[in-house]
DNA sequence: CTAGAATTCAAACGATCGTTCCATGCAGTA
DNA sequence: TACTGCATGGAACGATCGTTTGAATTCTAG
């Protein structure tokens, strides 16, 4: 399935990706990885350590320039003289728009994403939060200066809503079909209009 | 942990719904469940046949009430004069919020739901399609008469978004600690009005 | 009370899991 | 050419998986 062309770390992180997203994390062996990755069932262990670092790795791959993009863009939204809701929301779901409809395993990715959130795993989200929670503070502040009505509780509340409503939308952005003569990126800038307005709609509400 | 009182296919039932919801399906072993149910291991399959259909059981004994309870909200509300979208969602929100809030494990199998949600397993879908694709179509005509504005592919397309976002949401519900000095009851009615009204205004948009 | 059905039990089945070991292949260096 | 390092190979480790078996036990109807 892969060509062979590539290092044995790469095929093994894109099996293991696509593995995860089709039958999790507890539910895709690593015998199942490795064939598909056409390498040696040792090669995990060797370059990886373990499984559970595996699965890390495969996170970390993609969420270090996920966010990177997020943060570049939430940047270049609080630059503008005055930044709306839906600029900060243009920030955050764009970048993961895009990377669930490329074509090289991220539209993988994102189901992986979405299988973590409904994993609550403790390992998992250690893992999360120690690498990656300067981004949430940052979009938080960002979005509590943009919603000066809400108090922290309540945004908090509503934040928690709208990543995981955006997630499991964006999840299953592969299954839901375009419009026959619309292009891909028309589709996604509508998609992305619709999570925005959406979501704004329900963190404005009230 | 569960009281040797009860029948062993109610602390089987028990028991998986706890595991299934913090490890998972395929993460989640027989052995474990019998152990936590204080029953043998060979107890699963004889009264169950195999461990897909204990899943198929756990999903079962919870929904056929909560989809009963939902069927008999929406006809309340379809009675009204002129029923809104508010009245719809409520009816879709407020069973399943009231179970996610149940001590006796009902959170439990929200978070049992959000995994499925999120697994796309393939005979779980279609298990769940058997035996209760009647609920979704009486509530998507609904939602269609009480959003006239939208056509088809638009509808569906939010209620996915919708549907996910509650499932998330309400298996989180457990986590978010409520206000001091606030009764329970309180604290579902203040969650279905901030979800419906999030919901309501993410259909309405646009 | 007893025969027969229903249930529980310990034990084991073959399969598969993540992991480990050690030999082998193959660079680049002295 | 011999040595050294990393990388890969096949094979096996012990543990655990879902499932099955057959005997022991409990329940129930006559």
Redesign the interface.
Known sequence: MNAPHFSTKQRILDSAESLFA??????ASLRQVTASAQVNLAAVNYHFGSKENLINEVFRRRLDTLNEERLAALATALKKPQFGLEDVLDAFVRPALALSMDHDGGAGFV?VL??A????NERLRKFLHDNYSHVLKQFVAAFAQALPHLDK?ELY??L???S??L???M??FGV?KR?PGMSEAQHRNLAAE??I??????????
Chains 1, 2 share one sequence.
């Open positions: 089709r039958h999790g994390f507890a539910g189901r979405a299988r959130f409904a994993e609550h509780q509340w509503r928690d809503i709208v995981g409503a997630t499991y939308a999840a299953d839901i419009r619709h999570l307005k959406f979501a704004a709609a329900g963190l404005k509400a009230g």
